[in-house]
């Protein structure tokens, strides 16, 4: 599959510990915003969305927060446990483009045994 | 449940030659389609949506087209392919616009 992670910020975390993802968005009309875990090889997978009237919602183990005021999203993964090594992209939908799912860079996260 | 399938998985092709990948969903009816590339190391590029059988709307001037012949059936194909072709293709599938879109395992093009 695609070396989706060769060139991206890496965050490295001890197994058990939280791992927390950042993630800026700059447009203002952007009003829906989805986690997705990329392994090697593999598609994109969903973990979590979050819409812009919320500013938290929590999943198993996984807990989005939304700064609407810094534009700025967040991604909390409690545990962490190696199989969470991952590529972890956030993404957005602007209201003025809905059809249309916008792609951050992406974060590698390696969890050290 | 749903489920999305593309193939093949990999692809090695050369300049010139003609392309076609398919990607099928299952266990939903009347999904927007979606085809994205990805760059290594890079998040993903819209190519192309649909919203219907026949319906498609391209996101960016390219060496590229797709077809959606069937309801849960969408085609990405080229005439002549070129060396900037080369990537990973991905589709996706959402219930309709301002949803989660579900992503199948991709291609791997590598253009000779």
């Known amino acids: 599959g695609e070396n989706v992670g060769l060139h991206l910020p890496t965050l490295s975390v001890q197994e058990g510990d939280n791992s927390i993802i950042n993630c800026a968005y700059s447009?203002?009309?952007?009003?829906?915003f989805i986690w997705y875990k990329q392994e090697s090889g593999k598609g994109p997978q969903f973990i979590i969305d979050?819409?812009?009237?919320?500013d938290k919602r929590q999943g198993q183990r996984v807990t989005v927060l939304l700064n609407k005021t810094v534009k700025h999203l967040s991604l909390q993964i409690a545990a962490t446990q190696p199989g969470d090594s991952a590529v972890y992209f956030c993404?957005?939908?602007?209201?003025?483009?809905?059809?249309?799912?916008?792609f951050g860079s992406g974060t590698r996260l390696l969890v050290r045994p | 449940s749903q489920t999305i399938h593309q193939w093949p998985a990999t692809l090695v092709q050369p300049v010139g030659s003609p392309l076609s990948l398919e990607c099928t969903v299952e266990?939903?009816?009347?999904?927007?389609l979606y085809w994205y590339r990805q760059a290594a190391g890079r998040g993903l590029q819209l190519l192309f949506y649909?919203?219907?059988?026949?319906?498609i709307s391209s996101e960016v001037p390219q060496n590229l087209s797709a077809s959606r012949p069937q309801d849960r059936q969408f085609i990405l194909s080229s005439k002549k392919l070129l060396l900037s072709d080369s990537g990973f293709y991905l589709c996706?599938?959402?219930?309709?616009?301002?949803?989660?879109?579900?992503f199948g395992d991709g291609t791997r093009l590598s253009i000779l």
């Open positions: 996706a599938w959402s219930p309709g616009f301002n949803q989660p879109q579900h």
């Open positions: 649909s919203v219907g059988i026949g319906q």
């Open positions: 266990g939903t009816s009347n999904p927007n």
């Open positions: 993404a957005e939908i602007s209201r003025d483009s809905s059809y249309k799912l916008i």
């Open positions: 979050i819409r812009s009237n919320m």
């Open positions: 447009n203002s009309a952007s009003d829906y």
